[in-house]
Structure formats: C-alpha cells, structure tokens
C-alpha cells in the first residue's frame, strides 16, 4: 500500500458525479459512502435510464440514514457540462458502456472536471485521438481503474519479473478462460455488439494487455489475432440442437445458461423494473441472433524491448481462471489462478453461481480448488514458491486498493513502490492492442500499431 497522511481536518471533500449508475458504479458509491466518505462526496447522478438512477439515490439514502432517498441532483445523457457547473463537480467518475467513455471525458474535461474512467478507455481509433486532444487542450487529468494491477498476485508476479530472478524477459505465455457463467454474460446484453463494447479483445482483454504492458514495463508494437464466434450465438445453437431458445433468461427456468433476475434482487432493481425507461435487458440470450463479437481469441503481440506474447481468450470455459508463464534468460515465473473451479449444476439443471453454497450440486471436483499458485524456477534450481500477500474482497483483493489509491491519491507521500497507478496513456497502450487485433481479425494481416493513428504515439 503507498504510504498515505491523514487528510487536513476541515478540508473540503472532493465532489464526485457518478455518470452511469449501473452495476459497476455500485463499487465506487459503496467506497463513498463508506471508508472513503472523509475525503469525497458524491453530489450528483447522471445516465439516461431514471430507473437506475431512482436505485442509487435510494440506496444512498439508506446509507446515510435519511428518511427516503439522497435527493441528489440527477441529469440525463445532455445534462454533463450543466452539472458539472450546477453542481460544482471536482471529478466525473464514467462507469457507462464502453463505446461512450471518450465522449463523456472529452466534454467532462472541456467542461472543467477530472475524471476517473473504467477500463477500457475507449473502444476506437477516434475514441483515442478525442481523448488524448483534450488531455492536451485542457491539461486536465484522467485516472484509469485497472483493479487487476491491484490484485496481490498480480503484482507479486510484476516484483518477480522486476527483481531480475528470471532475467531479461523473452516471452510471455498468457491463457485466460472465462466459464459458462461469468462468460455468457458478455452475450447477453451491449457486450455483444462490437460496437458497444469493442469486443471481448477490447472490454474484457484489455485488462490482460494492460498487466502484461505493467509487468514487462514495455509497449507493444504489432498484433496478429484469429478467432471467431464459435459456441455462443444462433447459428452454433442451432447447429448443436439447442434450438429454440428463451428470448430472455427471467422466467426461462431450468436452463443452465440463463440469468433469471429474480435469482438477485439487486440486479432485479437495477434492471427489471427500469427496462420501462430503455428498453435495456440485463438477461438476453447468450444464443440470440445479431452477436457480433468473437467467443474465442488467439493474439500475438510484439513488444519493444523484444519479447513475444501468445495470449488466449476462452468464453465457455467449464471452469473459470488464468494462467501465464514468463520465459527469461534466468529461468521462468508461472503464475496459475482459479477462480472458480466449476460451473456446477443443481438437481433443476439450473447453474449454481456459488458452489460453495451448494457443495452437492452435480459435478464439484476436489482436482481443482480455487486458489492461486506462483512459481519462479532459475536455471540448474529447484522450482520455488512465492508467497503472495493475502488479498480481500473483489478481484483478489484488487478492488480495494485500487480505490484507497483512487479516492486517497491526494494523500499519497512518495511513489507506490509498485506504481499500480494508471493514466491515460496506459489505457491507450492497453486498448491498442484490441483494436490493432479487431483490424487484424478483419484483414488477417498483423497489425503495426505504430501504423493506427491514436492522437500520440506509445
Ligand atoms: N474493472 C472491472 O472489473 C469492471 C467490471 C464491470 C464493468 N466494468 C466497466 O464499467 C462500465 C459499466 O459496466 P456495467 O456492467 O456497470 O454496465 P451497465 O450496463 O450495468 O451500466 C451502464 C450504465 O450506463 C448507462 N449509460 C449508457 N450509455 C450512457 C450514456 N451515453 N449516457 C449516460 N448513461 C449511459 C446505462 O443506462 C447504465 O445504467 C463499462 O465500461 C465496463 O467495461 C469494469
């Protein structure tokens, strides 16, 4: 953890606007709300669905003990600049789909806010050269959450690699697989659609590309990717006989790959009542008809200091994890994470999402218990263990620190020994690797990056 003061007693709180209020905005309202409540405030909503809004402002209501809801200020999708003045906004937090991030901190930061943007940063080429103009124009700062740098173990592996044990990195073996559960639902709902989301090279790997660049502290230079929609989707349902299917997952009963609402009440406030505003299913069928994103993905990345990666995206996994394997002069670092060991089935053939809570759910196996293991092997040695630090809550453990380092940052004394830190150039270095892949998988030539025209170079 970066070593932090105490804030200044009296200083003004932050003033925070939480600009779409879906699933993912819940982590940084929680922090907010709670252990971060001494330096930030949230004063204001923004999206274009009320429902999900009428959700956050009540449930920060209860929070804070208020009889009924916040009462904060709320604004639709034109409202941004106008509550960035109304409201007096320090910070604009974009937790919107992916394909709206560069719009939203374009005119955030030329309306006077900084911003905190999840992961990607964008999903174009357009979406880069917008963003890194009004960095430029306005001289205004992004943060970027990538909470997998957070997670203890992958940050261990980034020490290992730093230290020189393995020596000068030459290649990087990565594999990430995605089970039937966490999976199918990018094929649900916006995920699907290339254009909102970029695709899983860019919503989902851009992550994986991220830590990759963050533990070699290299920039990649050249992509050549292949794969397809090869298992989700009409045309593989219908030609594997599970045809027809629900339209939706709410009401679908026994059947394994749907997300009934009413399993979560959560996810039932946030999505099944506000449908009325938008139109916008939390649960579609991960075999409908119109996906245009790929299932499985195999990339090779050139970097510049001259190692390769072979990285693999999995989205119908029975089980759900990573592995990577880092080659180096000295010897090799294997890092293996599983994050869930199966997707197990209850007596109604219905998906358990927690197997632990169901232990005699159909189909649990002791061959392969959640854990995380990393291994550094030097040449002529032994195999060694590397402890890893014990990490809690989301993304082992990630989440929590990234938001300490989020919502704290103006409290840090010195550099965090492990700059975990993100901004927006190592947002821009993460999805440029996606959208290089996208073109790649169009063309099937291998893509330079430094040939895309993303507002600055690498
Ligand atoms: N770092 C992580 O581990 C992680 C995990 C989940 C999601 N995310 C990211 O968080 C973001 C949100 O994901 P989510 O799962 O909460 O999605 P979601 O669909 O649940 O929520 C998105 C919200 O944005 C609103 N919205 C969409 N376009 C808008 C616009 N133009 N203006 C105003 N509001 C708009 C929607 O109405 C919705 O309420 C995505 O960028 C996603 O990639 C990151």
């Not at 906004?89 to 560069?102: E, W």
């Not at 499985?296 to 989205?315: E, P, Q, W």
């Not at 996994?317 to 880092?326: D, F, I, L, M």
């Amino acid at each position: 953890m970066p070593q932090l003061v105490d804030p200044e007693p009296g200083a003004p709180r932050v003033r925070y606007a939480v600009v779409g209020t879906g699933h993912r905005a819940g982590m940084y309202v929680d922090a907010l709300n709670g252990p971060h409540g001494d330096v930030g405030e949230i004063v204001a909503w923004l999206d274009r669905n009320p429902g999900r809004i009428d959700y956050y402002d009540g449930y920060v209501g209860r929070a804070r003990d208020l009889d009924g809801t916040a009462g904060l200020p709320r604004y639709d999708a034109d409202g941004l600049e106008r509550m960035i003045a109304e409201c007096a906004v320090d910070v604009v937090i974009v937790t919107t789909i992916d394909s709206t991030h560069a719009e939203l901190i374009d005119r955030a930061l030329r309306a006077g806010a900084d911003v905190v943007v999840e992961k990607p940063l964008t999903t174009t080429e357009e979406g880069c050269r917008v963003i890194t103009s009004a960095i430029a124009d306005t001289g205004r700062d992004i943060v970027m959450t990538f909470n997998y740098r957070y997670a203890p173990r992958n940050s261990s592996l980034r020490e290992v690699i730093r230290s020189g044990r393995i020596g000068t990195v030459t290649s990087v073996h990565f594999e990430w697989a995605l089970d039937t559960v966490h999976g199918a639902d990018y094929f649900r709902r916006w995920h699907r659609q290339k254009e909102s989301s970029g695709g899983l090279l860019i919503h989902k790997s851009s992550h994986h590309f991220d830590l990759v660049n963050y533990w070699l502290g290299d920039v990649p230079t050249r992509v050549y990717a292949r794969g397809g929609l090869k298992f989700y989707g009409a045309e593989n349902a219908r030609a594997r006989g599970l045809w027809p299917r629900p339209e939706r997952g709410t009401g679908a009963g026994d059947d394994p790959f749907s997300l009934d609402l009413h399993d979560d009440p959560r996810l039932a406030a946030l999505y099944l009542e506000p449908e009325r505003y938008d139109g916008y299913r939390r649960d579609g069928d991960p075999f409908a008809e119109g996906i245009t994103i790929e299932d499985n993905l195999a990339v090779v990345v050139d970097y510049r200091g001259g190692a390769v990666m072979t990285y693999s995206l999995n989205a119908h996994s029975p089980w759900e994890g990573y592995r990577v394997t880092v080659n180096g002069t000295e010897g090799r670092a294997e890092l293996e994470v599983t994050e869930r060991g199966a997707v197990v089935r209850d007596e109604s053939g219905r998906a358990v999402l927690d197997p632990s809570a169901t232990p005699d759910a159909l189909g649990a196996s002791e061959l392969r218990p959640e854990g995380e293991r990393l291994l550094v092997q030097r040449h002529w040695e032994a195999a060694e263990e590397v402890p890893i630090p014990e990490g809690q809550g989301g993304h082992g453990g990630g989440d929590a620190i990234l938001l300490t380092d989020v919502f704290r940052r103006h409290l840090r004394v010195g550099e965090d020994p492990l700059g975990r830190a993100a901004g927006y150039r190592d947002g821009l270095r993460a999805v440029a690797v996606g959208i290089a892949g996208n073109i790649s998988l169009e063309t099937g030539q291998a893509v330079d990056i430094s040939g895309l025209d993303l507002g600055e170079a690498l």
